[in-house]
């Protein structure tokens, strides 16, 4: 299979910006001087914004005048309380059942290295018993008269991994070096599996960030350095979790998609994370917003907004990235979710309060820890005062009920009777570890053996070093069961071996 191997990214294309240095090889000094200089002309034409650069895209997925129909019914019943809770997305360690009952939250998160009751070692059956336990709370209209059913979304970004058990399959950067869609969907339908076994709804996934500078701390979490490949590897994942448009959409296997992070996470300056892209706005598109290309063509059903800024704005306050560009030039109509308290960094905002973002066309604040309650409160009463008009918050609350509607959570049965629900020999199934595998195979990328050494001789002294040897957490990398995937025992990854493990085993045995 062709492979895509990562080298110094910034060797590889042409620098667009300024005008300066055009060709591949500028050294940093001329790359600084060129930014510094055109940042004023840079500044204007963002304030601005050139929306003939964008297509207006065609997805997979319609409209029908049959859920059309449906949201507007709810968004007449509905009360501002009503409409405000479906924006709220808090994370499991910060509310309680009764908290979903009394105010019925569109939604809600569990983050990296959470899990149902506080335990690294919750059982699939743990995790269904929460969902199903918030999920007749947020139908249960006793309190906040309402019966629309919440859904859950996490983090499944190389198989099901924040459950003990779960096949993880390699990082996306190792995927984009396989070089084959077709087996990133087999992979993203296999995760799709594994999630609903679990009953949960919804995947924080793909990340379509195409990587600039290696020093990027989320390298890993890239596919490529080549738009053309995260372009196509995102229609692939999107296909695989959500399932084809024209065949089994959001059917009883299938999971919402959330593409992400919208925009330029993988451009910013120095590779800084949360930091600033200033790339001109033609860049913009053609490097960074490919991803977004292939994912909502497919049908992608959310967006995540980014942490980073474009040339010094936030983007959870970019009102003409998240309304101009994908909402109204693109014609996104799912919802656009923040990233964890990403809202509170938009300037004047903080994580209890940022009518800024909603303004700027968020649908979903993300809102870990306690700061949901006063968040919730806060929007109320700046609706209420005209700070947020009703026509955005009913905007909002259309795009949620839409996904919801498309995804059929008003008829179907509560987690813990779906088709897949408590299935546990779907969780780490050989059908699946056996797709990983051959991920794994197609992902490595051999460099060199000028002196012959493999296939290793089994008669020789062999020394295998380093602590990740045998760490099998640390060779699975980040978002593998912990949010780094530090802190866990071989123990804690039953089926799989470590490298020093395999090479012991195979040595021994010859």
């Known amino acids: 299979m062709k492979k895509s191997l990562n ?68 968004l007449k019943t509905m009360t501002l309380e009503q409409k405000v809770a479906q924006m709220i997305q808090p994370e499991i360690r910060d509310i309680s059942v009764e908290d979903m009952r009394k105010y019925g939250f569109g939604s809600y998160l569990n983050g990296g290295g959470s899990f149902p009751n506080a335990n690294k070692h919750a059982t699939p059956a743990d995790w269904i018993t929460l969902a199903e336990s918030m999920y007749k709370a947020s139908v249960d209209d006793s309190i906040d ?22 096949t993880l399959f390699p990082h996306n950067i190792g995927l984009g070096a ?63 979790l959500q399932g084809r448009a024209d065949e089994d959409f959001l059917s009883d296997k299938r999971v919402i998609s959330t593409v992400k992070h919208f925009l330029g996470d993988g451009g910013t300056v120095d590779g ?71 809202h509170g960094q938009v300037a004047g905002c903080t994580n209890e309060s940022c009518p800024q973002a909603v303004n700027a066309g968020l649908d979903i604040f993300m809102v870990p820890t306690g700061a949901w309650k006063p968040l919730y409160e806060n929007t109320i009463k700046q609706v209420k005062a005209g700070t947020i008009t ?49 991920a794994v195979k197609e992902s490595l990328v051999l460099l060199k053996n000028n002196n012959h050494l493999l296939p290793l001789n089994p008669s020789s002294n062999i020394l295998i070093a380093g602590d990740a040897a045998d760490n099998i957490g640390k060779q699975s990398g980040g978002w593998s069961i912990t949010w780094q995937g530090t802190n866990n025992q071989n123990a804690d990854f039953p089926g799989a071996t470590s490298i020093y493990a395999g090479l012991k085993a195979q040595i021994e045995a010859a």
């Open 7 to 74: 080298t110094n990214r910034l060797h590889m294309l042409p620098i667009l910006i300024g005008g300066l240095c055009v060709l591949s090889g500028c050294n940093k000094q001329e790359i600084n001087a060129n930014n510094s200089q055109s940042a004023v002309v840079k500044k204007a034409e963002h304030e601005q914004g050139d929306l003939s650069l964008w297509p207006t895209l065609k997805s997979k997925v319609v409209k029908t005048p049959e859920i059309e129909n449906t949201i507007a019914q709810y």
């Open 145 to 166: 008269g309402s019966k629309i059913p919440t859904m859950w979304g996490t983090d499944a970004v190389h198989g099901h991994n924040n459950v003990i058990g779960a």
């Open 178 to 240: 396989a070089n084959n869609p077709a087996l990133i969907e087999r992979i993203a339908a296999a995760t799709a599996i594994e999630v609903m076994a679990t009953g949960i709804d919804w995947v924080f996934a793909p990340t379509v960030a195409v990587v600039r500078d290696d020093r990027w701390g989320r390298t890993y979490e890239g596919y490529s350095e080549d738009p053309a490949i995260v372009r196509e590897y995102s229609a692939a994942i999107v296909n695989g």
């Open 272 to 342: 800084d994370d949360q930091g600033d892209n200033i790339d001109s706005e033609e860049v913009l598109y053609n490097i960074h917003a490919q991803g977004y290309i292939g994912g909502l063509t497919a049908g992608s059903q959310s967006v995540m907004a980014s942490f980073n800024s474009w040339n010094g704005k936030k983007n959870h306050g970019n009102k003409y990235l998240l309304t101009d560009v994908l909402k109204t030039k693109m014609g996104f109509d799912g919802f656009v979710v923040g990233d964890w308290n990403g």
């Open 390 to 438: 009703m026509a955005r918050i009913d905007d909002a609350v259309a795009r949620i009920l839409r996904v919801k509607l498309r995804a059929g959570l008003f008829d179907k049965p509560s987690p813990a009777n779906r088709k897949y629900s408590g299935k546990l020999e779907l969780i780490g199934a050989q059908a699946h570890r056996d797709i990983a595998r051959q």
